[in-house]
Each structure stands twice: as structure tokens, then as C-alpha cells.
């Protein structure tokens, strides 16, 4: 089992969806993904929160053995996004974004976090992605996640994160968005071009496809009736993506098939409460169950022929 | 080996796509999915043409070894379609259908066909669709597909198709429009409660999801970097799938699996150029080649536990 650090935001979430809605609840993606990453292996958080940050919060991830040393708490207020969900659950309507203490957030990794094997840059400005990676070992295994708003205003800074990770996770309309084009997989070969060796497309309720050097492997998402929230469900998959490469300690393409599906498990857990009300409540053994059901959905008796 | 029925239409279609355009080329649901399906097995065709059809065509079919018994040349023209595919390559335009000949159409089997043990009613008015299921045994392994127009239009009757049949396929879209749900396995579980044994449930370049009395199994859309015309698709598909069934004579879960699999393979062919232009030239070296490729697009290691 390795280590695993992770930037992102910590931040409180107002979110409504058909089914309800909460206020100013725990809510980040480095929250999102470190709390499904501990049910893995070790976790080390980076992130900033204002004054008025609940310590009850902290203590809910203290209490999964996450590791806060990274976590600055500064004068002013914690970052706050509102959004709603109305007919499409794959899309929300941002409301409101108040970056608040994020806006002069300024990242100093604590000595005992430099040699983290495993590092995820949670999306976030990509001038904060590359501060922390230049102040990690140059051997450990990188993943980055982005979104559209950096796409369009800071193209440069995020093709050199991109230049510089091992991992590409990346939405599908954004991965278009990025490349120009209107094909998925030439636009993976546009972001290949930048070096990263894995590049993960997420595609909503239609899950995700692995690309590695020309090698394609899609996972699904894992089948549910009923989702009541989906904040989050990007982050969580990746803390399962990552949770589990650290917890294997290993990043060959079987490890990331694995992997994803082990993500895909916990971001179908995560969208079935508001906040981390479910991903909070499960186990171990809940994971291994809804794995086991996933195997046996993308399983082909292989004799070897059609004919 | 068992021998393969289908209903549906033998068309002239003029399409246009980013790509180029054809006018008045071999088209129409039965051609796509018997074409597809003779790379497999024996294919039997019930449809109608008007005077207007070249003999070519006829000759290209019956040169694959496809049954033209059933096939009625009449007074008037053939059935004409045409549509355009514009940003959207999984989306068509439709600008214009001529039912012609179509109209006046009465499915009437040759004895020959009557105990075909596997049939397929491509979409088609479901009082035809039932017609052809009043003509085959009662034994047969049956599947139906059908679009919108009826969805909207022939309710009772298409029900009743859907009663009557072991195996539903259908787009996502109109799964959702027929169920009046937003999720699509609760779609699922509307149309199973009608009766049909599998529901596949067709989505676009995501691929498709089988539902078997609530197992559910994935396959993905094979993927490509190019689509020149993606009209066709579906029956290419569909013929792929009923095909292979009707090539190892089995209808469990696992020749369902496999099957889906050699459809999606040969739908992946079909897209590649305009009318039968690819599916023509194929061979079954083609499909094993990248049905091998497939397998390993979808595979994970398993060792039974993920932790």
C-alpha cells in the first residue's frame, strides 16, 4: 500500500436536485476524492478552508484516517459553489461559484508529503496543479482532471500539466472542447500528443474509456435506478481510480482496468445520497459486492471464435 | 445452423453526411440486417419492391446467398428514404420518406419460411409485424424492433408486438419515450413487464445494454476514429446479433452476449462507407479479427476481489 496526495477543493456545497436539496453542505472535490480514496489506502489532502468551515467537517475526515496536515485554514471565507440539477442529471446549472479563500490559495506541500508515490491535481487552476507537482518526486505516478473554464482561459498552463502527468481524466465534451475535434478518439490521440502515457474520458452514465498508447478499454457505469445527486461523482471516481493504483501500488494497464471499475463502484455509491451521505455510510464489503455484479455485466464467455 | 427470417424493407435511399452524398442507393432495414446476417447463416427475406427496382440490387443479395422467395416485386415504386446526417453523426434528418409500394403492403410468407426458427421484425408497422409472428411457429426465437412514428402512433398494437415477441430492441430515445421514464433501466423494466424475455437497448456510438430479467450486460460501440454514413446501423446490428444466433442455433444469455458483440463488430463495418459499400466487402476473417480486438477492449483481469 502507497501513499496518496491529493489537491483539490474543500469546500461547502448548496446543491437542489429533483429529489431535494441541502445547504452549505461538506462538499470538493479533493473531500469527494479523498473520502472514497481512504477506503483504499492512506490519503493526504492539500487544500485551503475559510473560518466559518465547520470543524465537525474535519473531523468526519479525520475520523476515515485522512491526512489534514495539508490542510491550511485561513482568515476569510471557505469555497462555496451552488448548483441545480433539473431534468438531465448529468449536467448541472451552476448557480453561484465564490472562490473566497481560493483566490489567494498558495500551496506548500508539508515536508512529509513530498514523496507521495501517488498524486492527483483534483481540477483546479492549472497554475496550482504545476506548484504542487513541482514540489513532489518526479518518480511518483500523476493524474489531472480539469474543466471547460480552463480550457478556454488558461489553454498553455494546463498543455504543460498536461505535458507533465502520467494520467489525462478529462470529460468527454471537454476532451472535444480541448482538441477541436468532434471524434472522441482523435481527440484522445490530440491530447496523447502532449505525452501523458493513460487518458481517461468520462462519459457520464455511459461510464468511461481508458486509452493507453492506442489500446482502448471502456468501463460502464454502473447501472442505477435512481440517482438523487450526482456532485461529486467525477471526483469519487477518481479517488476509486487512484485509491486503488496506491493501494496495489502499481500503474500497468491491468491496474488501471481494475481500478476504474473500483471508481466506477464508488461513484455509483456516492450518487445515491446528498453530500457524502453514502459513500460515508459504506464498507469495504460494499464495494466488493457491487465489483463482483460489475465483472459479470461486461463478461463474455471467451472461447476464442465467432464462427 | 438454423435458418434466419426477417420482415422489414428493401429501400432506395438518398443520404448525405459530412462525407459526401449517394442518391437512390441500396438501403432499407431487411437489406441491411439480411446482408449482415449472411455472413453467418442462411437469411430469409419478406419485403416488397415496385417495377422501379434494379434487377442489380436483387442480384447483389441473392449473389450472398440471401432467400428472395418472399421478396414481392409489385405495381408502382420502391419504398424511397432519404435523410441527411449533419454535426450530429448519430442523429439523421429525415427530408423525406415515399412509403410507395409500402402502402398497400400484405406480408404473405412462402411456405418455405413458415418454420424458420429464428425471426426478426425490423421496424415496420406493427400490424405487419404481427402478420408475419401469425405465419411462424410458435417455437420460433423472435426479436422486433420499431421507432418513434409507431411509439406515437400505434401504441395497442406495437404493445402487443412487444407481447408477443422474446426479444425487444430499441434506442435509448424511444425506450425512454415508450416507458415515460428518465432512467432507462426503470425504461426497462416498464417493457419487460409486456413480457419479452431480452430487451436490447441500442445507444448510438455508447453501444448497447442487454437486460435479461434484471441482469444486465454492456457492450460498448466498437470504436472509430471516422463515420461516413451510420445509416443502417442499427439493422447491421440487429442482423449481426440475430445472425450469430440463428449461426449456433442458441438463444441463452451467453449467445445473446456473443452475439452483441459480432453486431456491434459489424455495425462498426457498416458505418465505414455509404450504403452496403463496406458490408459488402467484408469477410469473416474480418469479423474474428475484430471481435479479438473487441474482447480485449472489455476485459479485466479477474482474481474475484478488489482488495
Known amino acids: 500500500m502507497a501513499e496518496l496526495l491529493v489537491i483539490g477543493s ?25 473520502t472514497a480514496a481512504s ?24 475520523g476515515r484516517g485522512i491526512d489534514l496536515e495539508g490542510l491550511q485554514r485561513v482568515p476569510g471565507r471557505t469555497f462555496r459553489w451552488s448548483g441545480r440539477y433539473v ?46 507537482l513541482e514540489q513532489t518526486s518526479g518518480d511518483a505516478f500523476t493524474g489531472a482532471d480539469t474543466m471547460n473554464y480552463w480550457i478556454e482561459g488558461e489553454r498553455s498552463l494546463l498543455e504543460e500539466v498536461f505535458r507533465r502527468v502520467d494520467c489525462v481524466m478529462i470529460n468527454e465534451a471537454e476532451a472535444l472542447e480541448f482538441s477541436g475535434e468532434s471524434n472522441i478518439f482523435r481527440a484522445v490521440r490530440v491530447i496523447e500528443e502532449l505525452g501523458p502515457e493513460y487518458i481517461v474520458v468520462k462519459r457520464g452514465e455511459y461510464g468511461a474509456v481508458l486509452w493507453h498508447r492506442g489500446e482502448i478499454f471502456f468501463i460502464p457505469a454502473f447501472p442505477l435506478e435512481e440517482v438523487i445527486d450526482p456532485t461529486g461523482a467525477g471526483d469519487t471516481f477518481a479517488g476509486g481510480l487512484f485509491g486503488y493504483l496506491a493501494a496495489s501500488d502499481g500503474h500497468q494497464t491491468e491496474d488501471l482496468r481494475r481500478g476504474l471499475m473500483v471508481g466506477s ?18 464498507t469495504r464489503e460494499d464495494i466488493t459486492m457491487r465489483a463482483g455484479h460489475f465483472e459479470r455485466m461486461i463478461h463474455i464467455d471467451s472461447d476464442g471464435s465467432v464462427f
Open 39 to 62: 477506503l483504499l489506502t492512506g490519503v493526504r489532502v492539500v487544500a485551503v478552508v475559510g473560518e466559518d468551515f465547520p470543524e465537525d467537517h474535519l473531523e468526519t475526515l479525520r
Open 87 to 132: 431534468d438531465d442529471l448529468n449536467q448541472a446549472v451552476t448557480l453561484d461559484t465564490q472562490l473566497n479563500v481560493f483566490e489567494t490559495f498558495d500551496p506548500e506541500l508539508p515536508d512529509s508529503y513530498k514523496d507521495s508515490p501517488y498524486v492527483f491535481l483534483a481540477n483546479l487552476h492549472p497554475a496550482l496543479q504545476l506548484k504542487v
Open 265 to 282: 463502484v464508488l461513484a455509483s455509491y456516492n450518487v445515491e445520497d446528498f453530500s457524502l451521505g453514502r459513500l460515508l455510510s459504506i
Open 10 to 34: 474543500v469546500a461547502l456545497d448548496s446543491v437542489e436536485t429533483p429529489f431535494g436539496s441541502v445547504e452549505d453542505a461538506l462538499g470538493g472535490s479533493a473531500t469527494y476524492f479523498s
